[in-house]
């Protein structure tokens, strides 16, 4: 097979098909809704001021995005240096994630020129969303901080990188403490909204209940994100990444087993307090019961079994079970439990236009992610640092 055909082979795979396709699309959508506005793609209006990109893109992404400040802070800070591999596919994706929520932020907010605004222009420390904009500002520095040396050494930049490596430790602390104020700050966000909240997802523990699930996301996206890279970027892993694998899936899966429990007692607890017992007994309660004990109860348990039996398999579809259960949950705040009061044909129902804006974002992340892990020491040691660890 000549050279030609086989960058044809490389470069028209599905995958790098249906990407381009939809990299296409998005570019489309970010002229239309940039050019004609809000009220051009979205389904967004006086009732409903925010939809898909705040509900999914935002709230979803910051919470997946957390297997940066768990993983880093397990292996720099708990002592769990035997799982020290994984921290830069962790990092780069929490990286990636953060970046790219600012990014959707900016179809939800427009003119992207005025983000920095907040930090001149704002009303202090009396403002809940200064808070987390600062926060967000902060840890998305903290991130790149934490994967410059990767793309240092790939650059050969080495005296810059040994420094920036130095400060691994005062970075990780920095970054675990302004994960816990914007965590659960984006759940405090809603406190403010008690009328509009269904009362079975509105609590006084609404910040709580965000950072804890938080850490259970975290945990979950790290393995999730080893399970679909394993095939795709197999040749780019170590023997030392690969050989950490499995006893980073038990260990990270018996984590969140207890997480995950203790997430179920705090909200059955914020129901008690509000004493709310008999809205379960309705539809919405049966739709609460439901996130509840299927996407946090069950993998609970199910995250036991596996760790018990030593079964990699439902490890790996109880980490998806769980991811799938946080985006539940932070929709059902933002979206589906809110303004649940309005009639039906009153209630959001984002466009076609928001969710190709969203497809694209989570597309461009996947190839962002793709092109630096081929690229870069991610998934290995660079020959020249083999020694340190």
Not at 75 to 103: C, D, E, N, Q, S
Not at 236 to 253: I, P, R, T
Not at 339 to 356: A, D, I
Request: aromatic residues 14%; hydrophobic residues 50%; positive net charge.
């Amino acid at each position: 097979m000549t050279t030609e055909a086989v960058s044809k082979n490389t470069l028209f795979t599905p995958f790098n098909v249906i990407a381009g396709l939809i990299l296409v699309m998005g570019a489309f959508l970010t002229v239309w809704r940039f050019g004609w506005g809000l009220g051009a793609v979205t389904n967004l209006d006086h009732n409903n001021p925010w939809g898909i990109w705040i509900g999914f893109d935002l709230l979803c992404g910051v919470a997946l995005a957390a297997g940066g400040y768990v993983t880093s802070s397990a292996v720099y800070l708990f002592g769990m240096k035997k799982h020290h591999a994984a921290v830069r596919p962790a990092i780069l994706t929490a990286f990636l994630g953060y970046l790219f929520v600012v990014i959707a932020l900016n179809y939800d907010l427009g003119r992207p020129w005025r983000l920095p605004y907040p930090f001149v222009v704002q009303s202090g420390t009396t403002s809940m969303l200064f808070e987390v904009g600062l926060c967000v500002a902060l840890y998305l520095t903290v991130l790149f901080l934490e994967f410059s040396p990767a793309a240092l050494e790939w650059l050969g930049y080495k005296k810059l990188r040994n420094t920036i490596h130095g400060c691994t430790i005062a970075l990780t602390i920095f970054g675990v403490v302004l994960s816990t104020l914007h965590q659960s700050s984006l759940g405090a966000l809603y406190l403010v909204a008690p009328s509009k909240l269904h009362p079975l997802w509105y609590s006084t523990y609404l910040p709580t209940f965000f950072f804890i699930s938080s850490v259970a996301a975290g945990m979950s996206m790290v393995m999730l994100e080893g399970w679909l890279s394993h095939k795709p970027l197999h040749s780019k892993m170590s023997k030392e990444y690969l050989g950490q694998h499995d006893d980073l899936y038990y260990s990270f899966a018996k984590g969140a087993s207890w997480v995950l429990l203790g997430y179920c007692f705090i909200k059955v607890i914020g129901i008690a307090v509000d004493n709310e017992w008999h809205l379960l007994a309705t539809g919405w309660g049966q739709w609460f019961l439901f996130e509840l004990l299927g996407f946090a109860l069950l993998p609970s348990l199910l995250y036991a079994i596996g760790v018990r039996e030593k079964n990699l398999k439902l490890i790996r579809w109880t980490a998806l079970l769980t991811v799938l259960g946080i985006v539940l949950n932070r929709l059902n705040v933002s979206l589906i439990a809110f303004n649940y009061h309005l009639p039906s044909e009153m209630r959001y129902v984002p466009s076609w236009q928001e969710v190709g804006v969203t497809l694209f974002v989570c597309t461009m992340l996947v190839v962002t992610f793709k092109f630096i892990a081929t690229r870069m020491p991610i998934f290995h040691d660079h020959p020249a640092y083999k020694d340190e660890h």
